[in-house]
């Protein structure tokens, strides 16, 4: 592998050493600032928070106990391994004893630093992301041996390109007609390349045995996963910051750790259920947000302002790719061959996606069913249709969804913003708003 | 029963006092530094006019973008429920309220229970509100109020770009440089105004009866450029400026029921 120093930049200009270790110690107090912040309001909306969620506000650091383990893994001669979109096969990386680790960036004041190197009208979750790496802000982006960028949107296509000034970048090429006759033998073609780079990179072979049973953990995982968000179906056992903030802590969190302590809360809300202990008052409007990821722990924004407002709302669902659609869908294997294998992982991540990247001859009819589903399953009174700046693709889905959603009667809002604090108090104005005609629906 | 209304809006406090049913007392004052203060001045004169004291008001609900500033509130309701409301009151017939202030736009849809059912809001620009033709006013070296009188005097349209009150503001420079004449230029300011307001209108659905509030529904240029655009007739109260107030007094009764 090549010295990340010998690398020729090609994009990101030189910044002094002294800038960028001042620009990272503010950023990383000021962020340890915020999440103890966002813990401590979650904890203020729901008084009686499960007690099974202290161990996912204690994974939530990002400077904390799972850096150390992470460094410490690799110390022992582990790989990790970086990912930007929930496309990166992570069963791979699991079978050739490497450990996975979302790296997309929810920090604000690191978008500021990204505009170096691209324009505002770039997507800040993209901006922010490059200027983290530009001051080494992110623990696991920083461990990350390699990254897995996946050619979903534009902003991502070339953030895994700009990402190769630091790293090494395999760019997974993924075919954006989800039904045409080639896509899936192509996808798979690049799943397999993909494996040969896993193997290279931590000298193990990826073998059937190896293979089997990173798919029957990383199943275990979305067991956990379907369990807690069935649970929320009913009335409100947990707020949807707890969940959304269990569900994102997958991204970097040990899997099988994940796991057990996922399973350890579902056992508790289960038991409130029988016990009728709610988290807010039952006919709380119940929201579902679609629309740009969100990422942990910045942009905790529109969960909060929902779930604090005045009427407050209580999100019961979402179809985000940072929430509910991390794991939703497991990888369906006939037979346990190598081949059958490969091509059950290449299905799960590409015909399960929902990802407004997709077009088809019905467009992206997977993302439509899948929010109507939702809608009825989950009781959903309103939906947050949720666009950063710059988020081109899901901006432009809009008109489409918003139709659907007209015809069984159920309302939604358009919510644009940024990487920023400072319109939090016009948010505020329309979340309030939407959720006030909510309950008045409700009570008609 | 009497309630009472507080708009705490970005540039000034509206009161609106209701007596089963019916407006009794108005005040407005500027929001200042000091908006509760502000609002006190703005509830006192209302009661004055109305000829009541405060303790008997049963009930007293805020709006606007201040809301929490309003000291003496029972409880609040958002700017654009209380739009809402208001329209559907002095219109019954209405089912899209447009709310033009000083600092933002927004549009209502209400169903025939006059309950909304949607809504928009100008996207984090003041070039769609009221603070926009202020500035071009400037630009123009005019008083505000002769803006729309002269935009009606223009014969032809000459388009500019409100993408946002500084670029808006160099347009018309350029405008002026071309020596255009001042009522087609006042016009240009209103054309692009009612642009980026339609165009979020016509994004929320367009449905009949149209009712326009806030403060700039008093400037007869805007609403002849509005009117043009969206080719419907456009229905506007009494002091539109105090409809917020009246929505969050209506509130404030359905409240104490």
Known sequence: MKNPNELQKKYVPDMGQKETEDLRNLIQSDSKKTIADYISRMKKTSPNRPKAMEYFDEIANLFGQRQKELQAAKESGKKIVGYFCSFAPIELILAADAIPVRVNSGWYDAAKIGDRVVPVEVCPMVRSTIGAKMVSLS???????????????????????????????????????????????????????????????????????????????????????????????????????????????????????????????????????????????????????????????????LPSLVEEASPQGVIVADELCSSDRILNDPVGVDEWTMDDMLHAISERYLMASTCPCFTSADGNEDRINWLINKVKDWKVNGVIYYVVRGCMLYAMEYSRVKKVLDTINLPVYYLDTEYTREDVGQMKTRVEAFLEMLTARIDF | MITAGIDMGTQSVKVVVLKDGHVVGRGKTFSGFDPSKAAEEACTEALKKAKLTPSEIDHVTATGSGMEMALSSDSTISMMGADARAGVFLFPAARTVIDVGAEEARAMKCDDHGIMVDFVVNERCAAGAGAFIEAMARALEMKLEELGPLALRAERASPINASCVIFGESDVVTLIHRQESKPEIARAIFDAMADR????????????????????????????????????????????????ALGAALAAASRTK
């Open chain 1, 139 to 301: 623990p696991y982006l920083e461990l990350s041996d390699a990254l897995i960028s996946v050619s979903t949107c534009d902003g991502m296509t070339k953030l895994g390109e700009i990402m190769g000034d630091y790293k090494q970048v395999w760019t997974l090429p993924l075919p954006r007609v989800k039904d045409s006759a080639q896509s899936l033998s192509y996808w798979n073609k690049e799943i397999r390349a993909t494996k040969e780079n896993i193997e290279k990179l931590t000298g193990n072979k990826i073998d059937k045995k190896k293979l089997r049973s990173s798919i029957e953990l990383v199943h275990k995982a979305t067991k956990a996963f379907r369990r807690l968000q069935e649970l929320r179906k009913g009335p409100p056992v947990i707020m949807g910051r707890d969940a959304m903030l269990v569900n994102q802590s997958f991204m970097w969190d040990d899997i099988t750790r994940w796991t057990q302590k996922t399973e350890v809360l579902c056992d508790e809300l289960e038991k409130r259920a029988q016990e009728k202990i709610w988290a807010c008052p039952p006919d709380t409007p119940r929201v579902l947000v679609t629309g740009t990821p969100m990422i942990w722990p910045d942009n905790w924004k």
């Open chain 2, 197 to 244: 307001v339609s165009s979020m209108i016509f994004r929320l659905g367009l449905t009949p009866e149209v009712v326009l509030v806030g403060g700039v529904a008093k400037d007869v240029g805007f609403v002849a450029s509005l009117k043009r655009k969206l080719g419907v007739e456009i229905l506007i109260p009494e002091q539109p400026e105090f409809a917020g």
